[in-house]
């Protein structure tokens, strides 16, 4: 693998080959000596030009167990707020000796540009770009589900026939986008909950069911809800009445929440906005896997880094 830019196209062996390794990767994650040397003299250079919590620090964390040099660079504060042009950047970052660039950006395509552009001969993983990808938040996603499904026998299997509803803002969603691709390459089953302003045009073409009740979503049971994050900050018009109305309709309310088969798990990719996607009984329950996100998100960050600094990068173009 020489770049993580989306997961539109990535087939399923590889998919369940990356879900595999990841496996690898918690097991050792679960030690009392966390970190593998495995990357030893590499340099990993986080390069956010977007806010992020959980994956900037996940990232930060999978290098660091790797054993490889990790550098931060927020794009606020730095040259880049003084109009330093993501070449530029680059081109440092590329003096500087960088092996891997994980890269989130809030225009859609900044990572492929990157990695097109001969400015830098590093791998590039994709950290987010605006509304377009974010794929390893689905793969993280993905191994999340296929351990709580099948636990310690996970190693090679996929997704076959898994009912996943995503619900709320799609349009707005790399999450979302990333996650249809993937979920679906595994044999997932996938149906889309929105507001119709919510649904991206084209949704048509997408591999999903597409639909506006959450309520009678909810009566098929599925084995997956995920609720999305109402994204705010990318919202130049209103998109729906008002909060309130919005979470009466598709919010997962405690009430909702009860309804649920005890089985069915609630997934969230956060930061999650309490009390109107989700509430916080539902975002806190035993059901929801919203603290195992996080955890499997460094073991599966672990295993991208690993597919792509380890021998097997070597000679290729
Ligand atoms: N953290 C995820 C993202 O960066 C989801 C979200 O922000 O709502 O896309």
Do not use: C
């Not at 990356?18 to 340099?43: F, N, Q």
């Not at 191994?143 to 090679?156: E, M, P, V, Y």
């Not at 619900?167 to 707005?172: A, E, L, T």
């Amino acid at each position: 693998m020489r770049h993580l830019l989306t997961t539109k196209g990535l087939d399923r062996d590889t998919a369940i080959g990356i879900l595999d390794v990841a496996e690898e990767m918690a097991e050792a994650s679960a030690r009392t000596v966390k970190k593998l040397p495995t990357l030893r003299g590499k340099t990993v250079v986080n390069l956010f030009f977007e806010d992020s919590t959980r994956t900037r620090i996940s990232f930060e964390a999978a290098a660091k167990r790797l054993s490889a040099d990790v550098i931060n660079f927020a794009a606020k504060g730095s040259s880049v707020s003084k109009g330093e042009s993501l070449k530029d950047t680059a081109q440092t970052l590329a003096a500087i000796g960088a092996d891997a660039v994980v890269i989130r950006h809030p225009a859609s395509g900044a990572p492929t540009v990157l990695a097109r552009s001969g400015w830098i001969d590093a791998g590039i993983i994709n950290a987010g770009d605006g509304t377009h990808e974010h794929p390893t938040q689905a793969l993280l996603d993905a191994f999340t589900i296929r351990r709580r499904l099948h636990g310690d026998a996970s190693r090679g299997k996929g997704l076959d026939g898994v009912t996943v509803t995503i619900v709320g803002d799609i349009v707005h969603s790399r999450v979302a986008r990333s996650n249809v691709w993937l979920l679906t390459a595994l044999g997932a089953v996938i149906t889309l909950i929105a507001p119709a302003t919510l649904l991206p045009i084209g949704v048509g073409h997408w591999p999903v069911a597409v639909g506006h009740s959450l309520d009678r979503a909810l009566e098929t049971n599925p084995d997956v809800v995920m609720m999305l994050r109402i994204q705010s900050e990318r919202m130049q018009a209103s998109f729906f009445p008002n909060a309130r109305e919005y979470s009466r309709q598709w919010g997962l309310d405690d009430e909702r929440m009860a309804r649920l088969y005890p089985t069915t798990i609630v997934m969230h990719p956060g930061p999650i906005n309490r009390g109107l996607e989700i509430s916080s009984a539902a975002a806190d329950s035993a059901q929801s896997t919203v603290l195992e996100q996080v955890t499997n998100g460094v073991s599966v960050r672990m295993a991208v880094l690993y597919l792509l600094l380890s021998g097997e990068r070597e000679g290729l173009a």
